[in-house]
């Protein structure tokens, strides 16, 4: 019975510090912008066209 006493204050403990990170990061503005990095995702990216200066690999 003794344990319960010490796990109940432990887990109000670490609930509120889990609810003290979330606040956070909200106010933060970790979570303003959730479609875009999604889609980053699917955008390919910009290449630089060749200068004629690099080497091409062999095909053997």
């Given at each position: 019975m003794n344990i319960v006493?010490?796990?109940?204050?432990?887990?109000?403990?670490?609930?509120?510090i889990f609810v003290i990170g979330f606040v956070y990061s909200v106010k933060s503005g970790q979570y303003d912008d959730m479609d875009t990095p999604a889609y980053r995702v699917l955008l390919d990216d910009e290449k630089?066209?060749?200068t004629g200066?690099?080497?091409?690999?062999?095909v053997d």
């Amino acid at each position: 019975m003794n344990i319960v006493f010490f796990l109940i204050p432990l887990s109000l403990i670490l609930a509120s510090i889990f609810v003290i990170g979330f606040v956070y990061s909200v106010k933060s503005g970790q979570y303003d912008d959730m479609d875009t990095p999604a889609y980053r995702v699917l955008l390919d990216d910009e290449k630089e066209p060749l200068t004629g200066t690099e080497s091409t690999p062999k095909v053997d």
